[in-house]
Every structure is written in structure tokens, then in C-alpha cells.
């Protein structure tokens, strides 16, 4: 999703809080520690300082997040792991890091598996990616959306991969699961 479906799906879910908020006046205030590994300058957080004022304004200021870039909670797995744990209560995360608690998420991280982000969205926003995305309860966790981070691409300093040949001899930085 990019930011401003991103922020419009963000718009939607909190209207429906806002809306529960109205009938529980009774709701009690909530810091929520929201993690995120890249910059305040980023898309992440960008994106998560709207979303924590959407929250606040939406909830009549009882509940606030406290988000927390760079990486300063941890890696990814460690966030995870502290979300599970009930030290940390939201993240944006890898669907990578993901396939260690959920085998399912394996999937995403197959190469070419979308033609492109239209296609990409279709599926991730639709019942497959819906149905995915449930596999995280059974863990505890609790998937909201699915953040397009552009799709993944090989680099190198040695010379331009248009064949497998061409990859002999170069190392290669790889994500952190089996695919």
C-alpha cells in the first residue's frame, strides 16, 4: 500500500474506533509503543506520526503512541518477539522476519510472484492476503495491513545479472529466511 492508502486505510479503521469510542466513554487511557526500524523522515514514519494523531484525536486524547523509529526497540525479530511478549504493542515489520512465527508468510518472498504493485495490492488486500494475514493469530499477533515496500531487487558491485551465469562468483546479502 502506498502511504496515502495507507493513511486513508488508517482513516477508516480509526472512524470505527472513533465510532466505539462514543458509546465507551469509559475508556481508559493507553500508551501504545509503536516500533518501526526506519527514520522519522521516512515513509514509516511519516506515516505512523498521522496515524498516532489520527489515534489521539479519534479517541478524545485517552490514547497515544509513542512512536519509536530507527530501530531503537530492536530488530524486527526482536519486536516481534516483544509483541508477542506483551512489551510492545504495534510494529511496522518484514513479512520476512514474519515467516519464523508464521510459515505462511513465506509466500510474499517468492520471486516473481507479481508482475507489478497493481497486482500485488489485488492479491495482498484481497481474501489471499486476508487469509495470510489470519495465520498471525494463531501467534498472537495481530496483522492490520500489509505495507508495500516496493519489490525486492539484486544489486551489485561487480557487473549488471541479466542471466543466472551471471550471478557466479558474486555474494549476495539475502533476506532472513529459507526462500
Known sequence: MKLKQLTIAAAVALATLG???????????????FGYGLNEVSNQGRATKVFSDEVEKASGGKMKIRAIGAAALGSDVQMQQALIGGAQEMMVGSTATLVGITKEMAIWDTP???????EADVVLDGPVGQKVMDKLQEKGLVGLVYWEN??????NNKRAVTKLEDMDGIKLR???NNV
Open 174 to 176: 539475502v533476506m532472513q
Open 19 to 33: 465510532a466505539g469510542i462514543a458509546q465507551a466513554q469509559d475508556i481508559k487511557p493507553r500508551l501504545i509503543r
Open 112 to 118: 516473481f510472484l507479481f508482475d507489478n504493485a497493481k
Open 150 to 155: 516496493g519489490f525486492r531487487n539484486l544489486t
